[in-house]
């Protein structure tokens, strides 16, 4: 299992108070084609060690994921090079515009967050 949940648990939940819902994780997917983003609001980890370290650490699943698509490789063995491994530059030209749609992404969900419900809703 990873470290990340250690991590964001004891440097930035615990140090700044946040409960797991105002913990944002930015993570890989191997299910979504490269470059394709997911806002994914709780839930279970899915087999991804990192997340599911952050579950454990937080005590809690409920923190919003923004997935971000990496493809999968076709031969299951060669799944931890893949997602280990660095981008070919092909790729590398795509994360550019990837990156740039994940921050809007993630700071429109704050702000929506932060306004709350509209009155009278």
Same mark, same amino acid.
């Given at each position: 299992? =990873? %470290?990340?949940?250690?991590?964001?648990?004891?440097?930035?939940?615990?140090?700044?108070? !946040?409960?797991?819902?105002?913990?944002?994780?930015?993570?890989?997917?191997?299910?979504?084609?490269? %470059?394709? /983003?997911?806002?994914?609001? %709780?839930? =279970?980890?899915? %087999?991804?060690?990192?997340?599911?370290?952050?579950?454990?650490? !937080?005590? =809690?699943?409920?923190?919003?994921?923004?997935?971000?698509?990496?493809?999968?490789?076709?031969?299951?063995?060669?799944?931890?090079?893949?997602? /280990?491994?660095?981008? =070919?530059?092909?790729?590398?030209?795509?994360?550019?515009?990837?990156?740039?749609?994940?921050?809007? /992404?993630? /700071?429109?969900?704050?702000?929506?967050?932060?306004?709350?419900?509209?009155?009278?809703?």
């Amino acid at each position: 299992m =990873s %470290g990340n949940g250690v991590t964001v648990s004891l440097c930035l939940a615990e140090l700044l108070g !946040l409960t797991a819902e105002e913990v944002y994780l930015v993570h890989d997917d191997l299910d979504k084609p490269l %470059g394709k /983003l997911a806002l994914k609001l %709780g839930g =279970s980890a899915r %087999g991804h060690n990192g997340v599911r370290s952050c579950i454990c650490c !937080l005590n =809690s699943n409920a923190m919003p994921r923004l997935r971000v698509g990496i493809g999968r490789p076709t031969h299951p063995d060669a799944v931890q090079a893949h997602v /280990l491994g660095c981008f =070919s530059p092909s790729e590398q030209e795509l994360l550019l515009p990837v990156l740039e749609r994940a921050t809007d /992404l993630l /700071l429109d969900h704050i702000r929506e967050r932060s306004q709350g419900p509209l009155p009278g809703t």
